[in-house]
């Protein structure tokens, strides 16, 4: 099991990427290096992404470190203890807020296992995180890829992803989730390497599209 932690292993994934499929070396040569976008696992980060959803980057961090205060710290017994006024006052929305209480009780009670997600294999990760009300598929591939670190995760959900290769490869229009998620196979074991370098060129592109535009 592949796990992503340096810019080298960012590197790895690339050349595998160039080697198994043609199409995608003109993106790479495009976007050049890719950030490695490691992140810390655990409780605190699932919750940054629960939160950041739907949301501009300014206003999920605002909202990140007014619930970080009111609390005190984003752990499982803070949120359980704090009444719903106090959660909303952080700006949380009902759904997130339920989804952070159900976050916290699945980990204290040992249902979701986070600190040791990832060791476990991708699917049964996965699972773990998707049996827990109000995370979904597209939440679990964001945590397993940037907070756990795998490699092999990939998020055919994800309408940025699918936009861009509808842009590269020339499509008439997006590939279903089915379809990105048949096509991304060729891909593996380094398929959160792919949608690094996806996202990273959909980036590009909106930013050419915003100066010519």
């Not at 992503?4 to 990427?17: F, K, N, S, V, W």
Request: a neutral charge; proline letters at 6%; glycine letters at 8%.
């Amino acid at each position: 099991m592949q796990i992503i932690e340096t810019d080298a292993d960012i590197r790895e994934g690339l050349a595998h990427l160039r080697a198994c499929d043609q199409r995608l070396v003109p993106i790479i040569d495009l976007v050049g290096a890719i950030p490695l976008r490691r992140h810390q696992p655990g409780f605190h980060g699932l919750c940054d992404i629960v939160i950041s959803q739907q949301l501009s980057v300014a206003s999920a961090d605002a909202i990140l470190a007014r619930t970080v205060r009111g609390l005190g710290a984003l752990t499982p017994s803070a949120v359980l203890a704090a009444d719903e006024p106090a959660l909303r006052a952080c700006g949380l929305s009902g759904p997130k807020l339920r989804t952070l209480r159900a976050l916290a009780e699945a980990v204290r009670t040992g249902a979701l296992p986070i600190e040791t997600l990832h060791t476990m294999p991708i699917d049964q990760a996965a699972s773990a995180l998707v049996a827990v009300k109000g995370i979904g598929p597209w939440t679990a591939e964001i945590y397993l890829m940037f907070y756990a670190g795998h490699a092999d995760v990939f998020a055919p959900g994800d309408l940025a992803l699918q936009e861009a290769i509808r842009l590269a490869f020339g499509l008439d229009q997006r590939p279903s989730t089915r379809d990105l998620a048949l096509m991304a196979q060729q891909w593996s074991p380094w398929r959160a390497v792919a949608a690094r370098l996806l996202w990273a060129y959909y980036r590009i592109v909106k930013a050419r599209e915003g100066v010519t535009g």
